[in-house]
């Protein structure tokens, strides 16, 4: 899966560098824009939107 958009994967930088980790909250494998840290969560596109959107409050 690539990911788009303003730091996607097409531009002047090449393809994006994606790295394989587990989600923290769901369990299912994904790739992520980053290399993942020992000791920190890591979340699929699905559980980030889901945590994100609840972080908005009124």
Known sequence: MAYGGRY???G?????QMYK???????A????PFKP???RPVYCRD????RRGSRRGP
Not at 12 to 16: I, L, S
């Open 47 to 50: 559980c980030f939107q889901k």
């Open 29 to 32: 494998e994904c790739e992520v």
């Open 8 to 10: 996607g994967g097409s």
């Open 21 to 27: 980790a587990t989600c923290s909250d769901c369990g």
């Open 12 to 16: 002047r930088f090449g393809p994006r």
């Open 37 to 39: 840290t020992e000791g």
